[in-house]
Nanobody, 126 residues
Framework: QVQLVESGGGSVQAGGSLRLSCAAS????????MGWFRQAPGKEREGVAA????????YYADSVKGRFTISQDNAKNTVYLQMNSLKPEDTAMYYC???????????????????WGQGTLVTVSS
């Protein structure tokens, strides 16, 4: 049974930093993609960042390039999202998700995602 467990959300002021973690279990971690979506109230879910765990290729949404960094620790089956220079518009529920290709993070298709985490709230105040 696939399980993704997230941690690391919280509240920060604009300009601050947070690091999200997503630990995977019961999943073929080494040959797939893991990443993050976010959804703000009243907005559609959007892909934020993702990494191909078998090779290190990454995807970033334009809105987070240069501020967010995704990384992996294969020994721990864990992916991290380091979020710097946070803005109020980054406020959202962040969801970890697993997929078989990076394209599913830029071209969101809920049916193409293999597993979801429970979500962690990030709140950035101005």
């Amino acid at each position: 049974q696939v399980q993704l467990v997230e941690s690391g959300g919280g509240s920060v002021q604009a300009g601050g930093s947070l690091r999200l973690s997503c630990a995977a279990s019961g999943y073929t971690y080494s040959s797939n993609c893991m990443g993050w979506f976010r959804q703000a109230p009243g907005k559609e879910r959007e892909g934020v960042a993702a990494i191909y765990t078998g090779g290190g290729s990454t995807y970033y949404a334009d809105s987070v390039k240069g501020r967010f960094t995704i990384s992996q620790d294969n020994a721990k089956n864990t992916v991290y999202l380091q979020m710097n220079s946070l803005k109020p518009e980054d406020t959202a529920m962040y969801y970890c998700a697993a997929a078989h290709a990076l394209v599913y993070y830029s071209d969101y298709d809920v049916n193409a995602l293999d597993a979801w985490g429970q979500g962690t709230l990030v709140t950035v105040s101005s």
